[in-house]
Structure formats: C-alpha cells, structure tokens
C-alpha cells in the first residue's frame, strides 16, 4: 500500500471548494506518454493552475498502470524543477470494477472514478458506495456518475445520452458519500460528438450543436447546493486542427465539439472539473500529420513529437485561462 501523500499528490476536496467558491473549474487532462504529461506540467506551471491528471482504462492498457504512477510522481518534481509547485491529482478516469478502483488507491492514485452509469440505479448505488467505503479510509476521493454521456472514449461506448435525472442526485450523493459527481447535460466523449442531423448547419458547411441543458445543471445545483459537479466529454473540438488533420491525408468528417463559451460558463457553476482528452488527441494529431507530410525527410521521433508537445501545451494554457479560468488558483 502505498500513500499518494508520501508522492507529493493531493485529492480533489480542497482544490474543488475553492474551485466553487471562485467560480472556476480545474482541469482533468488524460495522458498516455511522457511528451502529454510534459505540456501538461508546463502549461499548468506556467499559468499557475492546480491540475487533475487523468488515466483511462485505455491508458492503464497501453502504457501501464504502474509506469503512469510513476510518471504521476515524477510530475510532482517536474513541476517544482521548472520553477513553482501546484497541486497535482492523479486521478483514474471511467473505473469500471471496484476491483480496478481498488488497485489504483492501494499504488498511490489519490482519486478515482467508479463508472457504474450503465448499471441500474440501486445497482450504481452500491458500486459506488462500496469504492467510498474503500477510498474513504485512505482519504481518497471518488466521483460519481448519473446519466450517460453519448459518444466514444477508450472502451467507453453509449448511442445517446441520458440527461441526469435531478430527482436522483440527493439520494445518490447522499447513499453512496461521493465526493463529486459527473452528470449528463449534453455534453459527449470523442471528436465526433453530434450527428449532423442533431446540428444547425451553417452556410460554410460548420455545424452548431444543440446547447447544453443548462436548466438541469441548475435543478441539480439547487437540490444539492454547493456540491461539486464533473463534465466529461468537454473538448471543443477546435476547427483549426480539423482542416490540419485533413489537408495532410487525415479523414475526420463532420467533427464537433462543445463550444467554449458554454464552457465557460458551466465553469462559474458547481462544475469544478472538466473532463478534456479529445482535444489533446487532434492538436497532437495535427502537427505531427503537418511535420511528416511537409518534412518527409524527417525520421527523428523528437522533431514531430518536440513540436507536437509545444502545440499541445499552447492548448493546455489556452483552456485553462480562457475556458476553466483555473490561473492563479494554485
Ligand atoms: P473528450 O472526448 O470530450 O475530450 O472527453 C474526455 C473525457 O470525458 C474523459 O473522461
């Protein structure tokens, strides 16, 4: 057993009140690789934002759980190496057992999600109060989920969304001792969040999504004030990196993301987490497409992936004080 405090991490309690009280929400960036962490420290540092790291099922598989905990730790001195010390959470995104939680709190995780939204409700109900009782003693935190999110992300796979049905989140806040819960507003996982037919196409081809249900967040907020509330499925799914991603042979077709006014927004709520892997997945994407294609010469991995980072924290930073307004909150 081994304490997320000995590595330097905090869990999300503290980070999350001041996030409501300040009307700003803290960023939950996913990583897989040493150069996804790298921007993401350096983005958080130098904006001087607290920041949640996220690993999914996907990544616990593709880089492994143990490497991805180090890496967590070794953040921890990154961040202060580069010159300021923010508080770091490492956080398991989508835990789909309690088995899962379990071995992510005992090698030093100090958050962890149980998914148990596809379950029936008194069936979620139990899952996630047996993580509680779990995570509780070791002072970790968990979230929660109410409603399904559409979309795609790892093995996480739903048709449509079921919006989050106000009348059960204080019984399920208070059933299950949750720390925070993610709801279902309308936002979606993956870079193809809304068919076209569910948009408004605009003249230029662009599709506008449907608005997020603003009107449940605020239910939900006054049935359990001052509760901190997560957005999954929260990339933007910027436009720039799209026609990037084309124009040097990539095939993404009618992608759309949530705009980021409504983000920001939903920031100065109780949301005081925003979920945000996809538009990390195209900034990289981009650049490494444009490199390759306009430098095929090129066989270094560090010359695409150096600039892949650079873009990427140039992202980061721009979230973080244009959508979250998570700056100089650490
Ligand atoms: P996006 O696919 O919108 O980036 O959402 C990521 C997410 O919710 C991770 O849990």
Do not use: W
Request: with cysteine; aromatic share 8%.
């Amino acid at each position: 057993m081994i304490s997320y405090k000995d590595l330097g991490l905090v869990n999300t309690k503290e980070l999350f009140k001041k996030a409501i009280a300040g009307k700003y929400a803290i960023p939950a960036y996913n990583f897989n690789n040493m150069e996804q962490l790298q921007a993401i420290i350096q983005a958080c540092v130098e904006t001087r934002s607290p920041v949640i790291l996220q690993v999914s099922k996907g990544a616990r598989e593709y880089a492994n759980q143990t490497l991805l905990r180090y890496m967590a730790e070794g953040a921890v001195q990154y961040a202060k190496e580069l010159g300021y010390e923010i508080p770091i959470v490492l956080h398991l995104d989508h835990g789909d057992s309690f088995e899962t939680c379990k071995s992510c709190i005992d090698m030093g995780f100090s958050s962890v999600m149980i998914d148990g939204s596809h379950f029936p409700y008194e069936e979620n109900i139990e899952l996630t109060r047996r993580v509680v009782e779990y995570a509780h003693k070791y002072d970790v935190t968990v979230e929660g989920e109410l409603g399904v999110l559409a979309g795609v992300e790892d093995e996480v796979v739903a048709e449509k969304t079921i919006y989050t049905r106000p009348e059960e989140v204080e019984d399920f806040v208070s059933r299950t001792g949750v720390d925070s819960l993610a709801i279902a507003i309308g936002t979606s996982h993956g870079a193809n969040k809304f068919k076209p037919e569910q948009c408004e196409r605009l003249p230029d081809g662009r599709l506008v999504p449907p608005p997020l249900r603003f009107d449940i967040l605020e239910e939900i907020e006054k049935r359990i004030p001052g509760f901190p509330i997560v957005l999954h499925g929260s990339s933007s799914v910027p436009p720039q990196y799209v026609e990037i991603i084309n124009k040097y042979g990539g095939a993404l077709k009618d992608a759309v993301g949530i705009p980021e006014e409504q983000l920001r927004k939903a920031a100065t709520s109780a949301v005081c987490k925003i979920n945000i892997d996809s538009d990390g997945r195209l900034a990289m994407t981009a650049k490494i497409r444009e490199i390759l294609a306009t430098k095929p010469a090129e066989f270094d991995p560090r010359k695409y992936l150096g600039p892949a980072r650079a873009e990427l924290k140039e992202l980061y930073k721009h979230k973080i004080i244009n959508v979250l307004g998570s700056d100089n909150k650490a």
